[in-house]
């Protein structure tokens, strides 16, 4: 059983910057693309961004120019860097592969408000 535990949340004034970790416990893990997801109350989760094994990412258009995703995958880590926090961005955010195929961890909460 894989086990994902994100890291790095908090409470972030409108425009500041937060960065997110994940560490996975697969040995797999420099296998996989892997993706940050978020979900809002009322919301489905959604795929922000993904990071192939070999560093190629892409985002989805809501975070583009603001949210950088980043690897290490000896230390089987994922990152992402928010930049330009908006109160839309308020979710908790999560990692998985992009399928997504692991159980879900248990998220880190980002609030964005004044």
């Known amino acids: 059983q894989v086990q994902l535990m994100e890291s790095g949340g908090g409470l972030v004034q409108p425009g500041g910057s937060l960065r997110l970790s994940c560490a996975a416990s697969?040995?797999?893990?420099?296998?996989?693309?892997m993706g940050w997801y978020r979900q809002a109350p009322g919301n489905q989760r959604e795929l922000l961004a993904r990071i192939t094994p070999g560093g190629g990412t892409n985002y989805a258009d809501s975070v583009k120019g603001r949210f950088t995703i980043s690897r290490d995958n000896a230390k089987k880590t994922v990152w992402l860097q928010m930049g330009g926090l908006k109160p839309e961005d308020t979710a908790v955010y999560y990692c998985n592969t992009q399928s997504p195929l692991w159980s879900w961890g248990q998220g880190t909460q980002v609030t964005v408000s004044p």
């Open positions: 697969s040995s797999s893990f420099s296998f996989y693309t």
